[in-house]
């Protein structure tokens, strides 16, 4: 993973990340293991959908995963 940060005017500041297919997918999985617990699909068990079936809905949870953003990109005071 790679971060760049480039300063712009105004307090404001543009970031760069690249994260790997590796990790991306890790993560993905993850937060899938988290989330699918707490999903309701019709026709399936709760908890027992299918992850294709989970990102299809839109506003699935699966699709955000903050509690997945790696330590080393939260704030830090420089």
């Known amino acids: 993973m790679s971060l760049q940060v480039?300063?712009?005017e105004?307090?404001?500041a543009k970031?760069?990340?690249?994260?790997?297919?590796?990790?991306?997918?890790k993560a993905m999985q993850?937060?899938?293991?988290?989330?699918?617990?707490?999903?309701s699909i019709p026709g399936f068990?709760?908890?027992k959908?299918?992850?294709?079936?989970?990102?299809l809905l839109?506003?699935?949870p699966y699709r955000s995963?903050?509690?997945?953003i790696p330590a080393s990109l939260h704030r830090r005071d420089t």
């Open 45 to 47: 068990r709760k908890g």
């Open 58 to 60: 839109p506003g699935s």
């Open 49 to 55: 959908a299918p992850r294709k079936m989970i990102e």
């Open 10 to 12: 105004k307090n404001m």
């Open 6 to 8: 480039e300063k712009m």
């Open 30 to 39: 993850n937060a899938y293991q988290k989330a699918k617990g707490r999903i």
């Open 15 to 25: 970031l760069t990340i690249e994260v790997s297919a590796e990790d991306l997918d």
């Open 65 to 68: 995963f903050p509690d997945q």
